[in-house]
């Protein structure tokens, strides 16, 4: 006898997520469906607006990635109109971009993730003297673990259970039998959980030394950047340097020896490490440290077979609706690359039927159409095939094409916990990478910087000219690797305009639905033969979609029908709510 | 002099009267002591009233009302908020994870009852459907509802949340009934933001338009850290709205335009304008108005308080202000490295100002704008004949 479990909303991520999984009489999953339930449309608006305004529209996408979108708009404008910005702005993009990966890598972990590895009710029965021990096992200079600094943690949390006003705290998971780490190790955690809070801030100024603000700067402009009064300031670079040297000293002493602990404590949880289904990944190079020369590197790996690193062939890269909140016209084909693509809401909402309820007895509920459309998210496909995109996709690439940087930290990693290379393809794996690409970028991150200054002894360019032509037709793409994973953003332009606009990101890679073969993505694929422990409180479930970083409002898009024009725009009554 | 020295005492002595109100009520921590709790911290009573006063000056009160501020500080545990995610990309709630000025996040951690709020909280699903219910219950009439997001309005199914498939718009009519204050936070909340844009594919609104009852507008895109904490201290404090402008906006925060205390204004009226980015112009820092700079039409405080605690913000990185807290600007202020004044002036207001008397402004914006230009040409020509001897 099957049973359906929903789980909505999906907290701790950015957007609107729904997943609903069927399991066997043993709770294992059998099937799983992942939805998005938000809808905005920001492609359509690009349209017919001025290109220079793109990047800043698509930057609106999202404000945790807040930079991704913005330099992803940016670029593709600057690709369509043939121009390279001069290597100043490059670099500097380059340093913005390593303020966000670092961000949202310490934040995803911690903030968003690190509650479904630590439970901090078990924390408050530590003792501080053996846990401040314990860290050394780890790392030879634990941060922020000392025996006085954990008393007082612990006694913070305490005082907070204690009053009974949990706060974001309340009615989580806790005492969930998948959780393993003992009470000292979960005060390890719960201390660097507390201490986040204020890295993550520095992190955010490094975005907004020479960008103006974070979320959303606003310093980019097609041609380069304009903070140039900033990038001229030496004190400003070394501003950006100390900051980077502290976020550097958090991921070193806290972030990649808290991975450790979790590989070595987690490596029996079948939960984590039972594989990820889908084994086909595909990366883009991208931090660069001097001209032409890349920390992170390209290509697909299918299979998982780390033997074989195949080039990307951007005219493979195409997305379906079948299974999506969308329909599309005048053509017969299924799947459109994306400069062709596009998106027609036709909204066929939810079915009655049976789910576990709160109580863990069936109860009446909505539930989404299987059979049919069951989400805002499209499915992208590379050569035909689903691919997971993210960290895990950068490291596995990396791997497979001999990156000394990545093999470097990975080889390490795998030895610090003793977890075989097969360990990486898993939810603890895809945790993992996030940490190792975050330690590739600290160990290499001032070359950048070193670069910046070097070129700046010569060259105080920050801007390349050029003009838009209204007599003629452009079309243009960025492709690169950001937080989430691989991202690309397609445009094309006539009459001086935004003809056409669209963005394939991480997050639509990966939480997207199946296919029109059946084929499922990334986050369905990973969840299929875990056991939940107990059906009213699936952590393992949670676990999982939170180990690939979701992004929501990012992958919900729309483009406009062909040949349709935007003043005639209409929501069809067809559409409403059943 | 003497009448403004009057009108302060008076309004000492109401938030006084206020909080001494607000301290009757029934405390969520009752055995909290936040000096304890500070040092506990390691922030000491200095670090903590230097915040203080700070927060009272960006509320633009006197000092002397410092204290009043530590006060509200104090007391702000009793009251609970429900923060709601609607059409959005979060990056409002980002903003507020950055507040500082001394780790103004712990002190909301502690000091505000965050009850719902689905970037941070632990709980998921039904758990956090049951999270949201009980605080709705629990705090009715007491709790201040925060909403993030434009909604979809007829087109509701744009958005739905929960296991039951509620729709965005459900939930804030839903949790807007035992709301004691409503903020809409940043410009989609506010105005609808960019999902609203032309042509508003998911037919977005504000949540004015969604819910019958007074709401605070706090726009921006997204409303620096100091615009959202600033004004739950001013809930707090008073107990009524701060005074607002024609769009809901608090006055103290969106009273004067970017334009008034920008640190290029010399180079503005000087006539001193960047031709195009990364020119030696750009490099001196003058003024951005003829790369698209919208801070003359725009009412901020970004230009006084920057952003992640006072690191740069726009002008300062050479790039000019977009125009984000007012209403429609994604169809009003572009393109938006284009100055206005090269379009017709009402596509800058929609024919309205930023308060009531304010058709009037955009034309005395104009003109000074032309002044400052006309200066600049002046200036050139002068330079051109010293050349051309």
């Known amino acids: ?578 | 002099m003497q009448k403004s020295d009057k009108g302060d005492n008076q309004l000492f002595k109401q938030i006084s009267t206020r909080l001494e109100r607000l301290s009757k009520l029934d405390a969520h921590n009752p055995n909290k002591n936040l000096d304890e709790e500070f040092h506990k911290k390691g922030i000491d009573r200095r670090d903590f009233m230097k915040w203080a006063s700070a927060m009272t000056a960006t509320l633009a009160l006197p000092a002397s009302f410092a204290p009043l501020t530590a006060k509200a500080a104090e007391i702000a545990n009793r009251l609970p908020v429900i923060w709601l995610h609607m059409a959005e990309c979060t990056g409002c709630s980002e903003s507020l994870l950055r507040t500082e000025d001394p780790s103004i996040d712990s002190i909301i951690f502690d000091y505000i009852n965050l009850e719902y709020h689905e970037t941070i909280m632990a709980a998921a699903g039904y758990q956090a459907e049951q999270n949201l219910e009980n605080a709705i219950n629990k705090h009715k009439g007491n709790y201040i509802l925060m909403v993030e997001g434009g909604i979809p309005q007829g087109t509701e199914y744009f958005l739905t949340i929960g296991a039951e498939g509620d729709t965005g718009a459900e939930k804030c009519r839903h949790a807007a009934e035992g709301a004691a204050a409503i903020f809409a936070i940043g410009t989609c909340s506010s105005f609808g933001g960019v999902q609203a844009a032309y042509p508003n594919p998911s037919n977005a609104k504000p949540l004015s338009k969604i819910i019958n009852k007074p709401i605070i507008n706090v726009p921006g895109c997204p409303p620096s850290e100091k615009n959202i904490v600033g004004n739950v201290m001013y809930f707090i404090m008073f107990g009524t709205l701060p005074a607002l402008d024609a769009y809901n906006r608090p006055t103290w925060a969106y009273g004067h335009r970017i334009h008034d205390l920008c640190e290029r204004r010399g180079h503005f009226d000087a006539g001193e304008f960047v031709q195009q980015f990364g020119d030696q112009n750009a490099q001196n820092g003058y003024c951005l108005y003829k790369m698209g700079c919208k801070g003359p039409y725009t009412f901020n405080n970004c230009s006084k308080l920057r952003f992640n605690s006072h690191t740069s913000w726009p002008i300062q990185a050479g790039h000019g202000c977009i125009g984000c807290s007012e209403p429609n600007f994604w169809d009003t202020m572009s393109p938006f490295e284009e100055p206005i004044g090269n379009k017709m002036f009402h596509t800058a207001y929609d024919g309205i100002g930023a308060d009531k008397t304010a058709n009037t402004i955009g034309t005395v914006i104009l003109a000074a704008t032309a002044v400052g230009i006309a200066a600049h040409a002046v200036v050139s020509s002068l330079v051109k004949n010293k050349d051309e001897q």
């Open chain 1, 1 to 578: 006898m099957t049973k359906r479990i929903v789980v909505d909303p999906i907290t701790r991520i950015e957007g609107h997520l729904r997943i609903e999984v069927i399991v066997d009489e043993n709770n294992v999953i059998q099937d799983a469906f992942s939805s998005s339930t938000l809808f905005r449309g920001l492609e359509t608006i690009i349209k017919n607006r001025d290109p220079r305004d793109a990047g800043f529209i698509a930057q609106r996408i999202c404000g945790v990635c807040t930079y991704s979108h913005y330099k992803a708009g940016i670029t593709a404008v600057e690709n369509a109109l043939g121009i390279t910005p001069p290597l100043n702005a490059l670099l500097v993009r380059s340093l913005m971009n390593i303020a966000l990966f670092l961000h949202d890598h310490v934040v995803h972990f911690y903030t968003l993730h690190g509650l479904d590895w630590c439970d901090i009710t078990s924390a408050l029965k530590a003792d501080p003297a053996k846990a401040a021990k314990i860290a050394f096992k780890y790392t030879d200079y634990p941060l922020a673990v000392g025996e006085d600094e954990l008393k007082a943690v612990q006694k913070r949390v305490t005082d907070f259970v204690k009053q009974g006003a949990l706060g974001p705290f309340n009615n989580g998971y806790w005492g969930h039998k998948t959780y393993h780490f003992s009470p000292e190790q979960n005060l390890i955690v719960l201390s660097h959980y507390l201490k986040l809070l204020e890295i993550q801030r520095e992190a955010a100024k490094m975005t907004a030394i020479f960008g103006a603000k974070q979320p959303h700067p606003q310093s980019l402009t097609v041609g380069g950047v304009t903070s140039v009064m900033d990038i001229l300031d030496p004190s400003r670079l070394a501003e950006w340097k100390f900051k980077f040297e502290k976020v550097k000293d958090f991921v070193d002493r806290a972030y990649y020896p808290d991975l450790v602990m979790a590989g070595i404590i987690f490596k029996d949880e079948q939960s984590v490490t039972k594989g990820c289904g889908l084994r086909n990944f595909i990366a883009y190079e991208e931090i660069l440290l001097a001209k032409d020369k890349n920390l992170l590197s390209t290509g697909v790996v299918l299979n998982g077979d780390l033997s074989k690193v195949h080039p990307i062939d951007e005219n493979l890269i195409k997305e379906e609706v079948t299974h999506s909140w969308y329909q599309y016209e005048n053509t017969k084909e299924i799947e459109l690359q994306p400069y062709d693509g596009q998106t027609n809401p036709k909204y066929t909402g939810f079915k009655e039927g049976q789910s576990i309820g709160p109580e863990g007895k069936p109860i009446n509920t909505k539930l989404l159409d299987l059979k049919g459309k069951y989400s805002w998210i499209k499915s992208p496909r590379y050569n035909g095939v689903p691919m997971e995109v993210g960290p895990l996709a950068s490291v596995v690439v990396g791997l497979a094409s001999k990156n000394p940087y990545i093999t470097e930290v990975a080889t390490k990693f795998l030895k610090d916990t003793g977890l075989p290379l097969e360990a990486l393809f898993s939810t603890l794996g895809r945790t993992a990478a996030r940490c190792i690409e975050a330690k590739v970028i600290v160990d290499n991150g001032l070359k950048t910087l070193d670069s910046l200054i070097e070129n700046l002894k010569s060259d105080k360019q920050t801007c390349a000219p050029y003009v838009i032509d209204k007599d003629k037709e452009y079309k243009g793409r960025y492709i690169g690797q950001v937080p989430r994973g691989m991202l690309s953003h397609w445009v094309r332009i006539k009459n001086g305009v935004v003809e056409n606009y669209q963005a394939v990101v991480p997050s639509t890679w990966n939480a997207g639905p199946r296919d029109a073969k059946g084929q499922k993505g990334p986050y369905e694929m990973s969840l299929i033969g875990t056991k939940v422990a107990d059906i009213t409180k699936p952590l393992e479930i949670i676990r999982t979609i939170h180990s690939f970083d979701p992004c929501i409002a990012c992958s919900v898009h729309m483009m406009d029908v062909k040949g349709n024009k935007i003043g005639e725009y209409k929501v069809d009554p067809a559409f409403a709510r059943i």
